[in-house]
């Protein structure tokens, strides 16, 4: 077995010397790295971006490109909806709770107003217009979505508005989001050096991070950072190693990612001794579809409900997978999927359709009796308009009536391929914890001391996650607090 290369830093008086110097390094060109070089060029440092693809964009460019922003943003006063900070903060430090970062998360309410203009200011627009359905993804122009607010027990926390800001795009936008942040921080004056992996951060004598030794079409080079280096490497969902350590619940389930997201710049920062928070902290998406499952009911492998089918789905897919055992079933009956208007159902087909909910139990290897007695009581309350269990919003109850069907959450949207079912495809994931940080990026020791020097921002940090998420904080946190990095890095000492 070959050994893995090391990590550990390298001594700057080691070096015969660099062959390439800047006031600030980034490391890593998606979402965080572009707002980090944008500031730092912004600010008149020289900026070099290293990037170990062969072109920028990473994770952040394949992602939904939902942006998690409130507060009272132009988009939303124009769609009727009316929130300021307060209430922002109040619905997300539940949602991304337990364990939230509080202090940096009420900084992100509170900026999230002039973080929506700065995104309009590189070039972003937003149509004034409101998905109002549950949903992974609107397959609409939409520029406003909804993810959980309004549904129970978040709006009784806070009160129910529209967060999820979207690109004028189709589908997944994220791509969109990146050719815009990287157009802005070239046009600003950053470089970028791409098929350019860093392998170890590069010390001086006092102890300072002074930059990176690299690799580049397989030959070592050495960059020199005159202020600092900015970690935006992304999370560890591609290191199995890293994940049996800190996140094993992902191991054997698909990743949410560019195939890139190794953990090297938590890993080249920990060997310094940089301190990490919430490893074991991730997003897990389960392909249940939103349309079906508040039509419907969302059972474990012994029929019973365990969430309101309303929420976020990041939540009932966490609920699902952490929590309960498989498989999952989403049980629809036919007036329930006729009901889905085409565009909300992805090419969705139910596995199993039976006339009873007996031959249904039996179909799916549950317990006689089980489901019958989910749906009974689900029925039975449903008439009166109420689900005591979970809470469910009252538009969506109905009694579930034959015939029935239950859909396979392992096969997956479009197409349904059967032959993918049973074979732990379904589930997905990414990393939510990192290195810890300030509010102003600089990475902390384990004495909760800064390292002179080294800044880090997006999923190679830990940012206002505790042990929740929502769609749009990764692309949204990622790039307030890469610009706060950005900024401050380039007028390090």
């Known amino acids: ?183 802005a921080a070239k046009a600003a004056g950053a470089a970028c050096h791409e098929d350019t992996r860093a392998t170890n951060l590069v010390v001086d004598d006092d102890g300072r991070v002074a930059g990176v030794v690299a690799q580049r079409y397989g030959a070592p080079v050495a960059y020199r950072a005159r ?31 560019d195939g890139l997201d190794d953990g090297s710049g938590i890993e080249m920062a920990t060997a310094l001794g940089a301190a990490t928070r919430r490893m074991s902290a ?40 952490v929590h309960q055992p498989g498989p999952y079933w989403a049980i629809i009956d036919e007036e329930g999927y006729e009901d889905i208007p085409a565009r909300d159902l992805w090419g969705v087909r139910p596995r199993f359709v039976t006339e009873t909910l007996a031959e249904l139990e039996e179909a799916l290897g549950m317990p006689a009796g089980a489901l019958e007695a989910t749906v009974a009581a689900y029925n039975r309350y449903a008439e009166r308009g109420e689900d005591p269990y979970f809470r469910k919003d009252p538009k969506w109850l109905r009694p579930l009536r034959p015939p029935f069907a239950a859909a396979d959450p392992r096969i997956g949207f479009n197409a349904g391929d059967r032959e993918s079912a049973g074979k732990g495809t379904g589930v997905a994931g990414f990393t939510l914890g990192g290195l810890r940080t300030t509010v102003d990026g600089a990475v902390l020791n384990h004495s909760g001391r800064p390292i002179p020097g080294l800044y880090a921002a997006g999923r190679a940090a830990s940012g206002i996650h505790g042990e929740g998420y929502v769609s749009g904080t990764s692309l949204g946190d990622g790039t307030f607090f890469g610009r706060r990095a950005g900024r401050h890095a380039a007028t390090s000492e």
Request: aromatic share 8%.
């Open 282 to 321: 991730v997003e897990v998406a389960l392909t249940a579809l939103p349309a079906m499952l508040v039509r419907g009911v969302l059972v474990n492998g012994l029929g019973q409900r365990f969430v309101n089918e309303d929420v976020y789905p990041g939540l009932f897919s966490h609920a699902a997978v």
């Open 227 to 257: 202020r600092a280096v900015v970690l935006t490497t992304g999370g560890f969902v591609d290191n199995e190693e890293m994940l049996a350590h800190h996140a094993p619940v992902l191991l054997g389930h698909g990743k949410v990612s």
């Open 1 to 183: 077995m070959t050994a893995a290369p090391s990590v550990e830093p390298v001594s700057a008086g080691s070096l015969a010397g660099f062959d390439h110097e800047c006031d600030v390094l980034v490391v890593g060109f998606g979402c965080a790295g572009a707002a980090a070089a944008f500031e730092a060029a912004t600010a008149g440092a020289d900026v070099l971006v290293l990037e170990r693809a062969g072109g920028p964009g990473g994770s952040s460019a394949m992602s939904g490109g939902e942006l998690y922003l409130g507060g009272g943003t132009a988009l939303q006063q124009a769609c009727g909806f009316d929130d300021d900070p307060d209430n922002m903060f109040a619905y997300l430090r539940a949602a991304v709770g337990p364990h939230a970062d509080e202090e940096k998360l009420r900084l992100y309410c509170d900026g999230s107003v002039e973080h929506f203009e700065w995104f309009r200011g590189r070039g972003l627009t937003f149509n004034e217009s409101l998905y109002d359905a549950p949903s992974w993804m609107p397959p609409t122009m939409d520029g406003l979505m909804w993810l959980g607010e309004n549904a129970h027990p978040y709006n009784t926390i806070a009160r129910p508005v529209p967060r999820g800001h979207r690109p004028a795009t189709r589908s997944f936008g994220g791509w969109l989001i990146m050719e815009a942040l990287v157009a």
